[in-house]
């Protein structure tokens, strides 16, 4: 039997991270075993993937030794960063999200490149500014620094694995099917009873995927190794407008989901958390639809992962969840 290469994955608990661990574990050619790195080894999610037959290690990005010594012997890493982890008041004072991301990023580039890790795959979004450049019609965040924080930071931190000669392929993500089950981002209730969606996308496609779906992905290009070093793969598994979620959304819950687009601005104005971020987000993805959605080659990821779920194959999985969300 040939030895199993080991892949070392960065936030093996959560979404992306939990879906190539769980992934590797189904495999049946069993090519690679998984170590899993996460920072409490005793938590149910981290016992289950130790149960399912993962190596569950202590690891935080914060600490560069726990991962130098989690990336020893690994022929494969995956890095994630979380920029929406949960943190506390003293936390936020001492450096921002972005930074933190930053910082976090050149943690696993240098511990990669120390381990001799043959092929990371980072986790990463588009850098906004590129598309925004100045706009003033876009507020800037974090001391004018950023557009989209949670995107431009991961855009910036490409360069971090650059940087140190760290064999990468840049995994770019987009938004997640499973953040319909989120009211306020997928159908919420109105004063009138009326289940209604209000994302500032315009008329414009919105690419989704199903997250786990984003692990598994990770894993076929884990599988075509080097060819795929040096490259970005950006991914989605449908591209839709958000009057086609919505009447998908219909079908699924049995009751009408109508789309009512509030604007850019009126978004930003809705004062909840992170909403200026998320305004300018979607800003993003529509003003930059065609070349977003373009980038996005679904014949590549489904060939990458033959079992890509489209909207409507997450609809069947999840239809109960957003029922009682919505309900």
Do not use: C
């Amino acid at each position: 039997m040939t030895e199993q290469k080991l892949i070392a994955v960065v936030g093996a608990t959560g979404s992306q991270g939990g879906g190539l661990v769980r992934a590797i574990l189904a495999d049946p050619d069993r090519q690679f075993a998984v170590r899993a790195l996460t920072r409490n080894p005793q938590s149910a999610k981290a016992q289950e993937l130790a149960a399912a037959g993962a190596e569950v290690v202590q690891a935080d990005l914060d600490d560069e030794t726990s991962v130098r010594k989690a990336f020893d012997g690994a022929h494969g890493a995956f890095v994630v960063t979380n920029y929406w982890v949960e943190r506390t008041p003293e936390e936020e004072a001492a450096r921002t999200r972005a930074e933190m991301e930053l910082e976090q990023a050149e943690i696993a580039a240098r511990a990669a490149k120390d381990a001799g890790v043959h092929h990371v795959i980072w986790s990463t979004l588009e850098d906004t500014r590129e598309h925004f450049g100045d706009d003033e019609r876009v507020p800037s965040l974090d001391d004018g620094r950023y557009k989209v924080p949670h995107f431009d930071a991961k855009g910036e931190g490409n360069e971090l694995f650059t940087k140190y000669g760290v064999p990468t392929t840049f995994l770019q993500t987009t938004f997640y099917f499973d953040s319909m089950a989120i009211p306020g981002v997928g159908p919420l209730r109105g004063e009138d009873g009326k289940l209604a969606i209000t994302l500032p996308m315009a008329d414009q496609p919105l690419s989704g995927i199903a997250s786990e779906d984003i692990g598994k992905t990770a894993l076929g290009i884990f599988k075509r190794g080097d060819e795929f070093v040096g490259r970005t793969v950006s991914v989605a598994g449908e591209h839709l407008t958000v009057d086609q979620y919505a009447a998908k959304l219909t079908e699924a819950l049995g009751e009408e989901v109508v789309y009512r687009p509030l604007t850019w601005d009126e978004f930003r104005a809705l004062g909840i958390v992170s909403g200026v971020e998320m305004a300018n987000m979607f800003q993003f993805y529509a003003e930059d639809s065609d070349r977003f959605t373009g980038d996005r080659d679904l014949e590549l990821v489904r060939e990458l992962n033959p079992e890509l779920k489209s909207f409507d194959d997450w609809l069947a999985e999840h239809k109960n969840e957003l029922k009682a969300a919505t309900s």
